[in-house]
């Protein structure tokens, strides 16, 4: 698959990757942490600016149209050590925090490599898309 949006050749223009969808926003920044995303929202709070959000650009719905800030979180790609849960003592498992943009595949191949190794029971086909995207709209296999 084809990564999304990387190269629609139209600088400024935003494509989702069925180039159903596309937009020009005004600014379309990628932040890479928290702290710059609060900025960013703060200031077009400030200037009056609408803010919409877009992961990898997968869903084929008009959510990420917008002529205001397109926060494109792909530099957000954090994933923090697993936690072990050890209770109830029936039922161990670990949690795993992540950063709105990791993908899937981000966060399998760390999983895959943790000792002991983890796995997501249940994953959207994709492994391009990213977690911010899949828990937006419910996403499921
Ligand atoms: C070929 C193909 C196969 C697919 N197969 C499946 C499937 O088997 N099962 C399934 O359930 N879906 C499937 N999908 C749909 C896909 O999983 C969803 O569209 C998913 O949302 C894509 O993730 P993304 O990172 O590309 O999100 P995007 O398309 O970039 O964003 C989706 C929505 O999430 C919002 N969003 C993104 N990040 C955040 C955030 N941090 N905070 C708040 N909102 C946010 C965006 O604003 C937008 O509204 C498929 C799509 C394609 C193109």
């Known amino acids: 698959?084809?990564?999304?949006n990387e190269d629609d050749g139209d600088a400024g223009t935003w494509t989702?990757?069925?180039k159903t969808q596309s937009c020009r926003p005004?600014?379309?920044p990628h932040p890479n942490s928290k702290e710059a995303l609060i900025a960013i929202v703060n200031e077009a709070r400030e200037?009056?600016?609408k803010v919409r959000c877009a992961g990898s650009g997968h869903s084929w719905s008009s959510s990420?149209?917008?002529?205001?800030?397109?926060?494109i979180v792909d530099?957000?790609?954090?994933i923090y050590p697993p936690a072990k849960r050890t209770y109830p003592p029936e039922n161990e498992s670990w949690t795993v925090e992540v950063e709105t943009g990791v993908t899937i595949k981000q966060l399998d191949k760390f999983l895959r490599t943790h000792n002991p190794p983890l796995a997501v029971p249940s994953n959207t086909v994709l492994e391009s898309v990213r977690y911010g995207g899949v828990l937006s709209l419910g996403?499921?296999?």
């Open 64 to 71: 990420s149209v917008t002529d205001g800030v397109l926060v």
């Open 47 to 49: 200037k009056g600016k």
């Open 139 to 141: 996403c499921v296999r």
């Open 16 to 18: 989702n990757w069925a």
């Open 75 to 78: 530099k957000m790609n954090k």
């Open 26 to 28: 005004a600014e379309e």
């Open 1 to 4: 698959m084809p990564p999304p």
